[in-house]
Protein backbone atom coordinates (compact mmCIF):
# COMPACT_ATOMS: atom_id res chain seq x y z
CA UNK A 1 0.00 0.00 0.00
CA UNK A 2 1.53 3.13 -1.20
CA UNK A 3 0.73 6.29 1.03
CA UNK A 4 1.07 10.50 -0.20
CA UNK A 5 1.82 12.74 2.16
CA UNK A 6 -2.43 13.81 1.85
CA UNK A 7 -3.44 9.91 2.77
CA UNK A 8 -4.98 9.12 5.81
CA UNK A 9 -3.75 7.53 8.32
CA UNK A 10 -4.08 3.84 7.99
CA UNK A 11 -6.74 1.98 10.78
CA UNK A 12 -4.95 0.02 13.82
CA UNK A 13 -8.23 -2.04 12.73
CA UNK A 14 -10.71 -2.69 9.77
CA UNK A 15 -13.20 -5.20 10.28
CA UNK A 16 -15.40 -5.03 6.53
CA UNK A 17 -18.45 -6.82 5.49
CA UNK A 18 -18.69 -9.03 8.81
CA UNK A 19 -21.18 -11.99 8.37
CA UNK A 20 -21.89 -14.44 10.79
CA UNK A 21 -25.24 -17.20 10.54
CA UNK A 22 -25.86 -19.52 13.52
CA UNK A 23 -29.16 -21.72 12.68
CA UNK A 24 -31.95 -19.49 12.23
CA UNK A 25 -30.71 -16.67 12.65
CA UNK A 26 -28.07 -13.82 11.00
CA UNK A 27 -26.14 -13.02 14.05
CA UNK A 28 -24.08 -10.27 11.85
CA UNK A 29 -25.31 -8.94 8.39
CA UNK A 30 -22.20 -7.09 6.91
CA UNK A 31 -20.58 -5.78 9.57
CA UNK A 32 -18.08 -2.93 8.93
CA UNK A 33 -15.95 -0.55 12.10
CA UNK A 34 -12.46 0.63 12.44
CA UNK A 35 -9.96 1.23 15.00
CA UNK A 36 -7.49 4.08 15.17
CA UNK A 37 -4.13 3.53 17.36
CA UNK A 38 -4.87 5.75 20.66
CA UNK A 39 -8.57 5.33 20.12
CA UNK A 40 -11.13 4.88 22.66
CA UNK A 41 -14.54 3.22 19.75
CA UNK A 42 -17.62 2.37 22.22
CA UNK A 43 -20.09 -0.19 20.50
CA UNK A 44 -23.63 -0.11 21.52
CA UNK A 45 -26.57 -1.92 21.32
CA UNK A 46 -29.63 -3.25 22.20
CA UNK A 47 -28.78 -7.06 23.43
CA UNK A 48 -29.10 -9.36 20.16
CA UNK A 49 -27.43 -6.40 18.24
CA UNK A 50 -24.90 -8.96 17.45
CA UNK A 51 -21.87 -7.01 19.82
CA UNK A 52 -20.39 -10.07 21.39
CA UNK A 53 -20.53 -11.95 18.04
CA UNK A 54 -18.24 -9.72 16.42
CA UNK A 55 -16.22 -9.40 19.38
CA UNK A 56 -15.89 -12.86 19.45
CA UNK A 57 -14.39 -12.79 15.62
CA UNK A 58 -12.36 -10.31 16.41
CA UNK A 59 -11.11 -12.01 19.63
CA UNK A 60 -10.24 -15.34 17.33
CA UNK A 61 -12.88 -17.79 18.95
CA UNK A 62 -15.10 -17.88 16.40
CA UNK A 63 -14.64 -17.33 12.62
CA UNK A 64 -17.02 -15.12 10.04
CA UNK A 65 -18.75 -16.73 6.94
CA UNK A 66 -18.17 -13.48 5.32
CA UNK A 67 -16.14 -10.83 5.23
CA UNK A 68 -12.34 -9.39 6.11
CA UNK A 69 -10.31 -8.29 9.04
CA UNK A 70 -7.54 -5.96 8.58
CA UNK A 71 -4.49 -4.66 11.75
CA UNK A 72 -2.14 -2.53 10.27
CA UNK A 73 -3.12 -2.60 6.48
CA UNK A 74 -2.97 -6.00 5.90
CA UNK A 75 -5.49 -8.65 5.89
CA UNK A 76 -5.25 -11.46 8.83
CA UNK A 77 -6.90 -14.74 9.44
CA UNK A 78 -7.41 -15.21 12.96
CA UNK A 79 -7.28 -18.83 13.41
CA UNK A 80 -7.95 -18.80 17.08
CA UNK A 81 -7.46 -17.13 20.13
CA UNK A 82 -3.85 -17.84 20.50
CA UNK A 83 -3.83 -16.37 16.92
CA UNK A 84 -5.50 -13.18 17.52
CA UNK A 85 -3.66 -12.47 21.18
CA UNK A 86 -0.32 -13.06 18.82
CA UNK A 87 -0.89 -10.37 16.31
CA UNK A 88 -2.01 -7.96 19.11
CA UNK A 89 -6.00 -8.74 19.93
CA UNK A 90 -7.24 -9.19 23.79
CA UNK A 91 -10.43 -9.71 24.56
CA UNK A 92 -11.77 -9.41 28.38
CA UNK A 93 -14.90 -10.89 29.33
CA UNK A 94 -17.62 -10.01 31.41
CA UNK A 95 -17.27 -12.84 33.28
CA UNK A 96 -13.89 -12.24 33.92
CA UNK A 97 -11.64 -15.34 32.94
CA UNK A 98 -9.17 -15.64 36.00
CA UNK A 99 -8.30 -18.81 38.34
CA UNK A 100 -9.31 -17.82 41.81
CA UNK A 101 -6.77 -20.71 43.42
CA UNK A 102 -3.83 -18.80 41.76
CA UNK A 103 -1.77 -15.33 42.72
CA UNK A 104 -1.86 -12.66 40.73
CA UNK A 105 1.52 -13.02 38.98
CA UNK A 106 0.62 -16.32 38.50
CA UNK A 107 -2.88 -15.11 36.39
CA UNK A 108 -1.44 -12.31 34.17
CA UNK A 109 1.11 -14.82 32.76
CA UNK A 110 -1.35 -17.91 33.16
CA UNK A 111 -0.75 -19.82 29.22
CA UNK A 112 1.86 -17.14 28.69
CA UNK A 113 4.82 -18.72 31.03
CA UNK A 114 7.29 -18.93 28.39
CA UNK A 115 8.44 -17.56 24.70
CA UNK A 116 10.77 -20.31 23.61
CA UNK A 117 7.18 -22.04 22.09
CA UNK A 118 8.55 -25.52 23.50
CA UNK A 119 7.05 -28.14 26.25
CA UNK A 120 9.03 -28.41 29.46
CA UNK A 121 10.60 -25.16 29.55
CA UNK A 122 11.21 -23.99 32.91
CA UNK A 123 9.68 -20.94 34.24
CA UNK A 124 11.54 -18.07 34.64
CA UNK A 125 10.32 -16.85 38.10
CA UNK A 126 12.74 -14.11 38.20
CA UNK A 127 12.03 -12.45 35.09
CA UNK A 128 8.18 -12.96 35.21
CA UNK A 129 8.27 -11.64 38.60
CA UNK A 130 9.90 -8.43 37.58
CA UNK A 131 7.57 -8.32 34.63
CA UNK A 132 4.17 -8.48 37.23
CA UNK A 133 5.50 -5.69 39.14
CA UNK A 134 6.02 -3.46 36.41
CA UNK A 135 2.28 -4.88 34.62
CA UNK A 136 1.05 -4.33 38.38
CA UNK A 137 2.34 -0.71 38.77
CA UNK A 138 1.09 0.02 34.89
CA UNK A 139 -2.15 -0.85 35.82
CA UNK A 140 -2.18 0.74 39.24
CA UNK A 141 -2.77 -2.67 41.36
CA UNK A 142 -0.70 -1.79 44.73
CA UNK A 143 -0.79 -5.19 46.37
CA UNK A 144 1.60 -7.96 46.53
CA UNK A 145 1.80 -10.03 44.03
CA UNK A 146 1.29 -13.47 45.63
CA UNK A 147 -2.34 -12.28 46.61
CA UNK A 148 -4.83 -14.67 45.29
CA UNK A 149 -6.99 -13.69 43.19
CA UNK A 150 -9.97 -15.30 44.98
CA UNK A 151 -9.39 -12.22 47.51
CA UNK A 152 -9.60 -9.29 45.29
CA UNK A 153 -12.29 -7.30 45.13
CA UNK A 154 -13.85 -7.01 40.98
CA UNK A 155 -12.26 -3.89 40.76
CA UNK A 156 -9.09 -5.04 41.67
CA UNK A 157 -10.12 -8.19 38.82
CA UNK A 158 -10.52 -5.75 36.34
CA UNK A 159 -6.93 -4.76 36.50
CA UNK A 160 -5.08 -8.10 36.41
CA UNK A 161 -7.42 -8.69 33.01
CA UNK A 162 -6.32 -5.56 31.91
CA UNK A 163 -1.95 -6.44 33.08
CA UNK A 164 -2.93 -9.87 31.09
CA UNK A 165 -3.65 -8.19 28.42
CA UNK A 166 -0.58 -6.10 28.23
CA UNK A 167 1.89 -8.28 29.39
CA UNK A 168 1.26 -10.34 25.40
CA UNK A 169 1.98 -6.75 24.33
CA UNK A 170 -1.56 -6.16 23.10
CA UNK A 171 -2.33 -3.29 20.43
CA UNK A 172 -5.86 -3.70 20.88
CA UNK A 173 -8.04 -4.44 23.99
CA UNK A 174 -11.84 -5.27 24.13
CA UNK A 175 -13.32 -4.27 27.30
CA UNK A 176 -16.87 -6.23 27.56
CA UNK A 177 -19.00 -4.59 29.99
CA UNK A 178 -16.22 -3.94 32.65
CA UNK A 179 -18.19 -1.73 34.93
CA UNK A 180 -21.06 -4.15 35.17
CA UNK A 181 -20.14 -5.58 38.83
CA UNK A 182 -18.07 -2.01 39.69
CA UNK A 183 -18.35 -0.34 42.51
CA UNK A 184 -18.42 3.73 41.30
CA UNK A 185 -15.02 4.26 42.70
CA UNK A 186 -13.72 1.16 41.19
CA UNK A 187 -15.13 2.47 37.95
CA UNK A 188 -13.19 5.94 38.39
CA UNK A 189 -10.04 3.71 38.50
CA UNK A 190 -10.75 2.05 35.73
CA UNK A 191 -11.71 4.91 33.76
CA UNK A 192 -8.10 6.65 34.58
CA UNK A 193 -6.68 3.04 33.19
CA UNK A 194 -8.50 3.04 29.96
CA UNK A 195 -7.35 6.91 29.47
CA UNK A 196 -3.36 6.07 30.35
CA UNK A 197 -3.56 3.25 27.28
CA UNK A 198 -5.49 5.82 25.21
CA UNK A 199 -2.66 7.86 25.78
CA UNK A 200 0.11 4.92 25.20
CA UNK A 201 -1.11 4.39 21.20
CA UNK A 202 -3.55 1.64 22.07
CA UNK A 203 -6.73 1.15 20.97
CA UNK A 204 -9.57 0.15 23.21
CA UNK A 205 -12.84 -0.95 21.99
CA UNK A 206 -15.81 -0.70 24.84
CA UNK A 207 -18.64 -2.25 24.88
CA UNK A 208 -21.46 -1.05 27.65
CA UNK A 209 -25.21 -0.56 28.36
CA UNK A 210 -23.99 2.22 30.35
CA UNK A 211 -24.36 5.63 28.35
CA UNK A 212 -22.85 7.39 31.01
CA UNK A 213 -19.77 5.23 30.44
CA UNK A 214 -19.68 5.75 26.86
CA UNK A 215 -20.57 9.25 27.11
CA UNK A 216 -17.30 9.91 29.31
CA UNK A 217 -14.53 7.70 27.78
CA UNK A 218 -15.36 7.21 23.76
CA UNK A 219 -14.12 9.54 21.28
CA UNK A 220 -16.31 7.48 19.30
CA UNK A 221 -19.33 5.36 19.42
CA UNK A 222 -20.22 2.88 16.82
CA UNK A 223 -23.77 1.73 16.87
CA UNK A 224 -25.09 -1.82 16.12
CA UNK A 225 -29.37 -2.92 15.41
CA UNK A 226 -30.57 -6.06 14.41
CA UNK A 227 -26.21 -7.21 13.06
CA UNK A 228 -26.20 -3.83 11.41
CA UNK A 229 -23.91 -1.56 11.70
CA UNK A 230 -25.98 1.60 11.73
CA UNK A 231 -23.64 4.44 11.82
CA UNK A 232 -21.05 6.53 14.10
CA UNK A 233 -20.96 9.52 16.01
CA UNK A 234 -18.07 11.49 17.08
CA UNK A 235 -18.19 12.03 21.08
CA UNK A 236 -18.80 15.68 20.33
CA UNK A 237 -22.12 15.10 17.97
CA UNK A 238 -23.42 12.50 20.38
CA UNK A 239 -25.89 12.42 23.22
CA UNK A 240 -28.14 10.39 25.03
CA UNK A 241 -31.12 10.51 23.37
CA UNK A 242 -29.42 10.55 19.98
CA UNK A 243 -27.55 7.40 20.76
CA UNK A 244 -31.00 5.76 22.03
CA UNK A 245 -32.56 6.14 19.07
CA UNK A 246 -30.26 4.73 16.67
CA UNK A 247 -29.85 2.02 19.49
CA UNK A 248 -33.70 0.80 19.02
CA UNK A 249 -34.74 2.65 15.51
CA UNK A 250 -37.36 5.17 17.37
CA UNK A 251 -37.25 7.16 20.31
CA UNK A 252 -37.88 5.92 23.45
CA UNK A 253 -40.62 8.81 25.33
CA UNK A 254 -40.00 9.47 28.97
CA UNK A 255 -36.45 8.41 29.00
CA UNK A 256 -37.69 4.23 30.08
CA UNK A 257 -39.89 4.87 32.85
CA UNK A 258 -43.74 4.21 33.15
CA UNK A 259 -45.38 7.06 34.59
CA UNK A 260 -46.42 6.69 38.08
CA UNK A 261 -49.85 6.46 39.28
CA UNK A 262 -51.51 6.71 42.74
CA UNK A 263 -52.76 3.76 43.94
CA UNK A 264 -55.13 3.02 46.73
CA UNK A 265 -54.10 2.27 50.12
CA UNK A 266 -52.81 -1.38 50.02
CA UNK A 267 -52.82 -4.38 52.70
CA UNK A 268 -49.06 -5.38 53.59
CA UNK A 269 -48.10 -8.52 51.32
CA UNK A 270 -44.40 -9.31 53.29
CA UNK A 271 -43.97 -8.04 57.12
CA UNK A 272 -40.02 -8.58 57.85
CA UNK A 273 -39.55 -8.66 61.69
CA UNK A 274 -36.13 -8.69 63.45
CA UNK A 275 -34.77 -11.47 60.35
CA UNK A 276 -31.56 -12.47 61.39
CA UNK A 277 -29.43 -12.69 58.62
CA UNK A 278 -26.11 -14.71 58.78
CA UNK A 279 -23.41 -12.61 58.92
CA UNK A 280 -25.53 -9.54 59.99
CA UNK A 281 -24.75 -7.83 63.22
CA UNK A 282 -28.55 -7.24 64.19
CA UNK A 283 -31.38 -8.19 62.87
CA UNK A 284 -33.67 -6.10 59.93
CA UNK A 285 -37.40 -5.05 60.05
CA UNK A 286 -39.36 -3.78 57.02
CA UNK A 287 -42.75 -3.68 55.40
CA UNK A 288 -43.86 -4.42 51.44
CA UNK A 289 -47.42 -3.48 50.34
CA UNK A 290 -49.48 -5.60 47.82
CA UNK A 291 -48.84 -3.46 44.63
CA UNK A 292 -45.72 -1.58 44.94
CA UNK A 293 -42.20 -1.75 43.88
CA UNK A 294 -40.14 -1.61 46.73
CA UNK A 295 -36.67 -0.50 45.92
CA UNK A 296 -33.20 -1.69 48.10
CA UNK A 297 -30.54 0.54 47.88
CA UNK A 298 -26.96 0.07 49.42
CA UNK A 299 -23.02 -0.13 48.22
CA UNK A 300 -21.72 -3.61 47.06
CA UNK A 301 -21.66 -5.94 50.02
CA UNK A 302 -24.42 -3.76 52.10
CA UNK A 303 -26.41 -7.28 52.68
CA UNK A 304 -29.37 -6.89 49.98
CA UNK A 305 -28.56 -10.18 48.19
CA UNK A 306 -28.05 -11.77 51.33
CA UNK A 307 -31.16 -10.58 52.74
CA UNK A 308 -33.50 -11.66 49.61
CA UNK A 309 -31.80 -14.98 49.33
CA UNK A 310 -32.87 -15.27 53.26
CA UNK A 311 -36.45 -14.38 52.11
CA UNK A 312 -36.30 -16.57 49.73
CA UNK A 313 -35.26 -19.66 51.72
CA UNK A 314 -31.91 -20.11 49.93
CA UNK A 315 -30.04 -19.56 53.08
CA UNK A 316 -31.93 -20.20 56.49
CA UNK A 317 -32.44 -17.15 59.04
CA UNK A 318 -31.01 -17.18 62.28
CA UNK A 319 -33.80 -15.52 63.85
CA UNK A 320 -36.75 -13.10 63.68
CA UNK A 321 -40.07 -13.60 61.61
CA UNK A 322 -42.07 -12.91 58.92
CA UNK A 323 -45.40 -12.77 57.66
CA UNK A 324 -46.85 -13.21 54.08
CA UNK A 325 -50.59 -12.19 53.68
CA UNK A 326 -51.02 -11.99 57.26
CA UNK A 327 -49.72 -15.37 57.57
CA UNK A 328 -46.60 -16.87 59.28
CA UNK A 329 -43.79 -17.24 56.72
CA UNK A 330 -40.30 -18.74 57.26
CA UNK A 331 -38.77 -20.80 54.49
CA UNK A 332 -37.27 -24.16 55.09
CA UNK A 333 -36.10 -24.11 51.51
CA UNK A 334 -36.78 -22.53 48.02
CA UNK A 335 -39.20 -25.13 47.51
CA UNK A 336 -41.16 -24.19 49.98
CA UNK A 337 -40.95 -20.55 49.27
CA UNK A 338 -41.98 -20.85 45.55
CA UNK A 339 -44.80 -23.06 47.28
CA UNK A 340 -45.84 -20.21 48.63
CA UNK A 341 -45.49 -17.91 45.96
CA UNK A 342 -42.21 -16.42 46.57
CA UNK A 343 -40.03 -16.16 43.56
CA UNK A 344 -36.51 -14.51 42.78
CA UNK A 345 -34.73 -13.47 39.75
CA UNK A 346 -31.13 -13.48 40.76
CA UNK A 347 -28.31 -11.11 40.12
CA UNK A 348 -25.79 -14.12 38.18
CA UNK A 349 -28.58 -14.90 35.35
CA UNK A 350 -26.18 -17.56 33.91
CA UNK A 351 -25.19 -19.09 37.18
CA UNK A 352 -28.10 -18.81 39.20
CA UNK A 353 -31.18 -18.24 37.37
CA UNK A 354 -31.10 -20.27 34.04
CA UNK A 355 -29.57 -24.26 32.62
CA UNK A 356 -28.04 -22.47 30.00
CA UNK A 357 -28.17 -25.98 27.96
CA UNK A 358 -31.38 -26.24 28.15
CA UNK A 359 -34.22 -24.79 26.08
CA UNK A 360 -36.33 -21.62 26.55
CA UNK A 361 -38.98 -24.42 27.33
CA UNK A 362 -37.09 -26.39 29.47
CA UNK A 363 -36.00 -23.40 31.51
CA UNK A 364 -39.33 -22.08 31.37
CA UNK A 365 -41.48 -25.05 32.79
CA UNK A 366 -38.44 -26.20 35.11
CA UNK A 367 -39.48 -24.14 38.72
CA UNK A 368 -42.97 -26.58 38.45
CA UNK A 369 -42.93 -29.39 36.65
CA UNK A 370 -45.44 -30.69 38.33
CA UNK A 371 -48.22 -28.37 36.91
CA UNK A 372 -46.64 -30.02 33.33
CA UNK A 373 -47.16 -33.36 34.36
CA UNK A 374 -50.03 -36.51 34.81
CA UNK A 375 -49.39 -39.94 36.20
CA UNK A 376 -45.64 -38.74 36.31
CA UNK A 377 -45.78 -38.31 32.31
CA UNK A 378 -44.98 -34.46 31.05
CA UNK A 379 -47.50 -32.84 29.17
CA UNK A 380 -45.18 -31.16 26.50
CA UNK A 381 -48.21 -29.37 24.71
CA UNK A 382 -48.85 -27.42 28.23
CA UNK A 383 -44.92 -27.13 28.74
CA UNK A 384 -44.76 -25.23 25.09
CA UNK A 385 -48.33 -23.12 25.47
CA UNK A 386 -46.79 -21.45 29.00
CA UNK A 387 -43.83 -20.70 27.10
CA UNK A 388 -45.25 -19.11 23.97
CA UNK A 389 -47.20 -17.53 26.17
CA UNK A 390 -44.64 -15.78 28.20
CA UNK A 391 -42.35 -15.63 24.66
CA UNK A 392 -45.01 -13.29 23.07
CA UNK A 393 -46.00 -11.31 26.53
CA UNK A 394 -41.65 -10.31 27.14
CA UNK A 395 -41.28 -10.31 23.76
CA UNK A 396 -38.63 -12.60 23.82
CA UNK A 397 -36.37 -12.68 20.46
CA UNK A 398 -36.14 -16.07 19.77
CA UNK A 399 -36.15 -18.44 16.31
CA UNK A 400 -37.54 -21.16 18.38
CA UNK A 401 -39.32 -22.19 21.33
CA UNK A 402 -36.63 -25.11 21.17
CA UNK A 403 -33.52 -22.54 21.24
CA UNK A 404 -30.86 -23.29 24.06
CA UNK A 405 -30.35 -20.85 26.61
CA UNK A 406 -27.33 -20.29 26.01
CA UNK A 407 -27.24 -18.90 22.27
CA UNK A 408 -30.12 -16.20 24.17
CA UNK A 409 -28.58 -13.18 24.10
CA UNK A 410 -28.22 -11.17 27.94
CA UNK A 411 -31.61 -9.66 27.60
CA UNK A 412 -33.57 -12.39 26.27
CA UNK A 413 -31.87 -14.37 29.09
CA UNK A 414 -33.06 -12.44 31.79
CA UNK A 415 -36.05 -12.48 29.82
CA UNK A 416 -36.58 -16.14 30.19
CA UNK A 417 -35.62 -15.85 33.88
CA UNK A 418 -38.72 -13.61 34.49
CA UNK A 419 -40.75 -15.55 32.12
CA UNK A 420 -40.48 -18.53 34.19
CA UNK A 421 -41.54 -16.92 37.22
CA UNK A 422 -44.06 -14.74 35.88
CA UNK A 423 -45.83 -18.17 34.40
CA UNK A 424 -46.59 -19.42 38.13
CA UNK A 425 -48.18 -15.92 38.76
CA UNK A 426 -46.04 -15.16 42.24
CA UNK A 427 -47.07 -12.99 45.30
CA UNK A 428 -44.00 -11.58 45.76
CA UNK A 429 -41.33 -11.56 42.86
CA UNK A 430 -37.76 -11.08 44.06
CA UNK A 431 -35.83 -9.07 41.22
CA UNK A 432 -31.73 -8.82 42.04
CA UNK A 433 -30.25 -6.27 39.39
CA UNK A 434 -32.69 -7.04 37.08
CA UNK A 435 -31.53 -4.98 34.28
CA UNK A 436 -27.59 -5.55 34.79
CA UNK A 437 -26.28 -5.58 31.42
CA UNK A 438 -29.41 -4.79 29.68
CA UNK A 439 -29.53 -2.48 26.76
CA UNK A 440 -31.69 0.54 26.65
CA UNK A 441 -34.61 -0.46 24.81
CA UNK A 442 -34.82 -4.18 26.48
CA UNK A 443 -34.63 -1.98 29.99
CA UNK A 444 -37.69 0.03 28.96
CA UNK A 445 -39.68 -3.23 28.27
CA UNK A 446 -38.78 -4.69 31.40
CA UNK A 447 -39.87 -1.65 33.15
CA UNK A 448 -43.00 -1.45 31.52
CA UNK A 449 -43.99 -5.29 32.95
CA UNK A 450 -42.64 -4.24 36.25
CA UNK A 451 -45.39 -1.44 36.42
CA UNK A 452 -47.91 -4.03 35.03
CA UNK A 453 -47.62 -6.76 37.49
CA UNK A 454 -47.64 -4.05 40.63
CA UNK A 455 -50.98 -2.56 39.07
CA UNK A 456 -52.27 -5.84 38.88
CA UNK A 457 -51.26 -5.95 42.77
CA UNK A 458 -48.00 -8.11 42.71
CA UNK A 459 -45.27 -7.36 45.07
CA UNK A 460 -41.57 -6.77 43.13
CA UNK A 461 -38.56 -6.38 45.70
CA UNK A 462 -36.10 -4.84 43.41
CA UNK A 463 -32.26 -4.99 44.50
CA UNK A 464 -30.39 -2.88 41.84
CA UNK A 465 -27.00 -0.38 41.91
CA UNK A 466 -28.50 2.02 39.45
CA UNK A 467 -29.07 4.93 41.38
CA UNK A 468 -31.26 5.91 38.05
CA UNK A 469 -33.50 2.48 38.33
CA UNK A 470 -33.78 2.78 41.88
CA UNK A 471 -35.09 6.55 41.43
CA UNK A 472 -37.07 5.79 38.51
CA UNK A 473 -39.04 2.43 39.97
CA UNK A 474 -39.35 2.83 43.37
CA UNK A 475 -42.24 3.78 44.93
CA UNK A 476 -40.78 3.31 48.59
CA UNK A 477 -36.85 2.89 48.92
CA UNK A 478 -35.24 0.57 51.61
CA UNK A 479 -31.12 1.36 51.69
CA UNK A 480 -28.84 -0.72 53.51
CA UNK A 481 -25.29 -0.03 55.02
CA UNK A 482 -23.15 -2.77 56.35
CA UNK A 483 -25.95 -5.11 56.19
CA UNK A 484 -28.49 -3.13 58.32
CA UNK A 485 -31.13 -1.01 57.14
CA UNK A 486 -30.41 2.72 57.20
CA UNK A 487 -33.78 4.22 56.17
CA UNK A 488 -37.04 3.25 54.63
CA UNK A 489 -37.59 6.58 52.11
CA UNK A 490 -40.96 7.28 50.63
CA UNK A 491 -41.50 8.35 46.88
CA UNK A 492 -42.21 12.21 47.87
CA UNK A 493 -38.80 13.95 47.82
CA UNK A 494 -36.79 10.91 47.32
CA UNK A 495 -33.54 12.47 45.90
CA UNK A 496 -29.89 10.53 45.00
CA UNK A 497 -28.36 12.96 48.04
CA UNK A 498 -31.00 11.67 50.59
CA UNK A 499 -29.80 7.84 49.50
CA UNK A 500 -26.14 8.54 49.38
CA UNK A 501 -26.38 9.70 52.85
CA UNK A 502 -27.66 6.85 54.10
CA UNK A 503 -26.07 4.26 52.12
CA UNK A 504 -22.26 5.32 52.94
CA UNK A 505 -23.06 6.34 56.70
CA UNK A 506 -22.44 10.06 55.63
CA UNK A 507 -23.61 12.79 57.74
CA UNK A 508 -24.17 16.76 56.42
CA UNK A 509 -26.17 16.24 53.58
CA UNK A 510 -28.62 19.40 53.37
CA UNK A 511 -32.45 18.15 54.62
CA UNK A 512 -31.07 14.69 55.79
CA UNK A 513 -30.06 14.01 59.69
CA UNK A 514 -31.42 11.80 62.32
CA UNK A 515 -29.80 8.45 62.36
CA UNK A 516 -26.10 8.55 62.06
CA UNK A 517 -26.60 12.51 61.29
CA UNK A 518 -29.23 11.76 58.45
CA UNK A 519 -31.96 14.55 58.88
CA UNK A 520 -35.77 13.13 59.28
CA UNK A 521 -35.12 10.29 59.58
CA UNK A 522 -36.87 8.90 62.71
CA UNK A 523 -38.01 6.03 64.54
CA UNK A 524 -34.73 2.89 64.40
CA UNK A 525 -35.33 -0.20 65.81
CA UNK A 526 -33.78 -3.25 65.43
CA UNK A 527 -33.69 -2.48 61.36
CA UNK A 528 -36.18 -0.34 60.00
CA UNK A 529 -35.72 3.45 59.77
CA UNK A 530 -39.20 5.44 58.92
CA UNK A 531 -38.87 8.54 57.30
Known sequence: MTLTPDSPPVPLLAMRGIVKRFPGVTALAGVSLSLRAGEVLAVVGENGAGKSTLMKILGGACAPDEGQI??????????????????????????????????IAANIFLGNEGSSGRLLVPLRREELSTRAAALMRRVGLSLPQATPVSALTAGQMQMVEIAKALSVNARIIIMDEPTSSLTAGESRELFAIVRKLREDGIGIIYISHRMDDVMSLADRIAVLRDGRHVGDLPRAEATHDRIVTMMVGRELSGRYFPEKRERPPREPALVVSDLLVPGAPAGVSFTALAGEVLGFAGLVGSGRTELMQAIFGATRALGGAMTLGGAPYLPRSTRDAIDRGVCLAPEDRKRHGLVLPMTLVENTSLPSL???????????????????DEVARLRIKTPTLDQRAVNLSGGNQQKVVLGKWLSMSPRILILDEPTRGIDVGTKAEIYRHMAALVDEGMTLLMVSSDMEEILGMSDRVVVMHERRIRGVLPREGLTQERIAALMTGSAGVTGVTGVTGVTGVTGVTGGEVAV
Open 70 to 103: VIDGAPVALRGVREARRLGVALIHQELMLAPNLD
Open 370 to 388: ARYSRWGWLRREAERRVAR
